[in-house]
């Protein structure tokens, strides 16, 4: 393992000793917002699609797979398509909506990782989830983390993923490492995290839930 390398034990340990999901920043369910995270936290405006219709969100789930590497551990990530109708090119978590076959987030995250990726569900070990995070588009996402056995190869469908990467775990965690940009959107300013690596622009609620990551894993922003 590399000098700054994040193992298992201290991965798996970090897991044992968190809050519960929701109770790991001071948040309680006071608020309409309740104890979620979500594009809201830099931009307290910026609420879900029909949120203040009371439209229901649409459950998602992803898995946030730490790769067991000998260099240490990494972060699996993908580059989705461009033609899909939600974020498209975006990199993200493997993942997608809960449907109706799902016993829960964890099955559904499971299943996406396979579908698009060809990750064997066997090679998957969950030990812990992440804040549920709402996307502005209406998904309520479940974030799943779990240790990953890499595949020989990962085979990708060409409908969803253009590309799958790792990031080194070390990285992630660096809180250092990330940025706030910004950008107008619907005329107002918006605020949102980035992670830059190598040539990857890592932004959104996928760096939202990463900074999540950091947080438990002991690296406080």
Not at 66 to 73: D, K, W
Not at 119 to 128: R, V
Request: aromatic residues 8%; proline residues 9%; negative net charge.
């Amino acid at each position: 393992m590399t000098a700054g390398a994040i193992d298992r034990g201290f991965v798996l340990a970090r897991f044992a000793a968190a809050p519960p999901p929701g109770r790991r920043r001071g948040l309680t369910p006071d608020s309409s917002l309740g104890h979620w995270r979500g594009d809201h936290d830099l931009n307290p405006d910026m609420l879900p699609v029909g949120w203040d219709k009371g439209r229901a969100l649409t459950p998602a789930a992803v898995l946030v797979g730490l790769v067991e590497r000998p260099a240490g551990l990494t972060v699996l990530l993908t580059r989705r398509t461009e033609h899909l109708t939600d974020h498209a090119g975006q990199v993200s978590f493997p993942g997608g909506r809960v449907d109706a076959g799902d016993a829960d987030a964890l099955a559904a995250a499971i299943r996406e990782a396979r579908e698009e990726i060809g990750l064997p569900p066997e090679s998957i070990q969950p030990i812990g989830r992440l804040d549920t995070y709402l996307v502005r588009t209406g998904f309520e996402v479940t974030p799943i983390v779990a240790l990953v056995e890499p595949p020989p190869a990962y085979s990708l469908d060409p409908n969803e993923v253009d590309e799958v990467f790792e990031v080194p775990l070390d990285v992630a965690a660096d809180p250092a490492r990330y940025e706030r940009h910004s950008r107008e959107f619907q005329g107002r300013e918006r605020q949102f995290y980035v992670l830059p690596w190598e040539h990857y622009y890592i932004w959104g609620a996928t760096a939202g839930m990463l900074v999540n990551l950091a947080e438990i894993l002991g690296a406080k922003r």
